[in-house]
């Protein structure tokens, strides 16, 4: 399942890009764009905007202003899959997928002791974004756990 989101839905797209998913992230104004790349790309368009009166079954107009909370209807409404293993796969800036690397190879972008404490690495191919198991790892954990029902 791949999205695309209109711009008042910042922080969802940076979520389901954590979680995993195909997302863009669409800042224009304009909707034209956005409903021809849906079509193309066989993307779902997620958005606020009431009223669109295009291509009704591929919108879905979320009526949550909380992150969390739109996460849910999304869940609900498109019954959508997370596994746990998806989290982390992809960049949260760009939405390319992140591969594995060793940490001898980004030494030099890293702070001292996320060096010397953390043993498993991926980065983003195209922004060369490096992820590791941070503290805040544990609190998406924690927020999946949550959407999951557990
Ligand atoms: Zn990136």
């Known amino acids: 399942m791949k999205f695309i989101l209109t711009k008042e839905l910042g922080k969802l797209a940076r979520w389901l890009r954590i979680l995993g998913f195909d997302t863009v992230y ?3 104004d304009n909707l034209g764009p956005i409903i021809i790349q849906a079509l193309r790309e066989d993307r779902r368009i ?3 905007k009431k009223g669109i009166r295009y291509l ?3 919108i879905m107009v979320v009526s949550s202003e909380e992150v969390q909370r739109q996460l849910k209807e999304l869940q609900k409404k498109l019954d959508l899959d997370i596994k ?3 989290i982390f796969t992809r960049c949260t800036v760009c939405n390319e997928l992140l591969e594995e690397v060793k940490k001898e190879n980004i030494k030099a972008s890293l ?3 996320v060096y010397k ?3 498993c690495f991926r980065q ?3 922004c060369k974004k490096v992820y590791w ?3 805040h790892w544990d609190d998406i954990k924690k927020g999946v756990s949550q959407l999951r029902g557990r």
């Open 26 to 28: 669409y800042k224009g």
């Open 46 to 48: 997620i958005t606020r």
């Open 56 to 58: 009704q079954k591929r």
């Open 84 to 86: 746990e293993d998806k």
């Open 111 to 113: 702070p001292e002791y």
């Open 117 to 119: 404490h953390q043993d």
């Open 124 to 126: 983003c191919e195209s």
């Open 133 to 135: 198991k941070g503290s």
